[in-house]
């Protein structure tokens, strides 16, 4: 038999509160497909939930676990504020000759529906998401797929005046940073751990090759495994 409770609280469960109000000045159907990119492009939002859900399905510190469904979740409700934002600039009417640049899926497919893709209309795929098993390989891919999405956010914001958008578009690229803290405070907490364990105890761990001539301008005495300065602390005043 069913244990219903248990099944039940492992549900999601929807808030119809978005987490920031999202409007727009007027439609735009060619920022909408540009937009879209956050929604099924490489480093959109579906690709961070479903990267960050598959991840935890296999962590057994329960803390670190915890942060990544929590996380997860956010990038869902990211999600809906993308597909809110493409829906209104989408306007009322289909009409693929507005589109000036990117795809037109959704003006020719799916009915104004915001469409699973990137701006250039390539459907989203799982190919996108990074899964090793390996707790501090998988903290440094998000800790890189934050920092991605923040600079996706950023060449977006340039790139419309209407003002609704750009404070959308703030409120999640900043939640991208706070993501990316989150995740390298993770990182601090298993830096002996998995494939971190034994850094540069081979010699050939710590070999440079300076192929580049004339001049060396790098080198590698003694290489370290990467590390983050604890986000929480605060540089001193000088």
């Known amino acids: 038999m069913l244990n219903i409770e248990r099944m039940v609280t492992a549900l999601f469960k929807h808030d119809k509160n978005l987490l920031e109000m999202v409007r727009v000045e007027r439609p735009n159907p060619t920022y909408a497909a540009m937009l879209t990119e956050q929604l099924g492009g490489p ?34 409700g990211h999600m809906e504020m993308v597909a809110t ?16 640049s990117g795809h037109i899926e959704s003006h020719v ?30 903290l440094l891919s ?20 209407d003002r609704h958008v750009r404070r959308m578009i703030d409120f999640l690229l900043n939640r991208e940073e706070a993501h990316n803290t989150l995740f390298r405070e993770a990182f601090t907490k298993v830096q002996n751990t998995g494939s971190n364990m034994d850094w540069g105890v081979d010699k050939d761990a710590r070999l440079y090759f300076n192929l580049s001539k004339p001049g060396k301008y790098f080198d590698l005495s003694s290489p370290q495994a990467p590390s983050f300065q604890n986000p929480d602390q605060t540089s001193p005043q000088n």
């Open 43 to 76: 480093h959109g939002e579906l690709k961070a939930a479903m990267q960050y859900i598959s991840q935890s399905f296999r962590i057994k510190d329960p803390m670190i676990k915890d942060l990544f469904m929590d996380i997860a979740s956010e990038e869902l």
């Open 85 to 100: 934002a493409v829906n209104l600039l989408n306007g009322h009417e289909v009409d693929a000759q507005s589109v000036q």
């Open 109 to 138: 497919v799916t009915g104004l529906n915001p469409y699973l893709s990137s701006a250039s209309g390539a459907p989203w795929t799982a190919a996108y998401v990074d899964v090793t098993g390996d707790l501090p390989a998988d």
């Open 142 to 161: 998000n800790i890189a797929a934050e920092q991605r999405a923040k600079v996706v956010y950023e060449y977006l914001h340039r790139q419309i005046n």
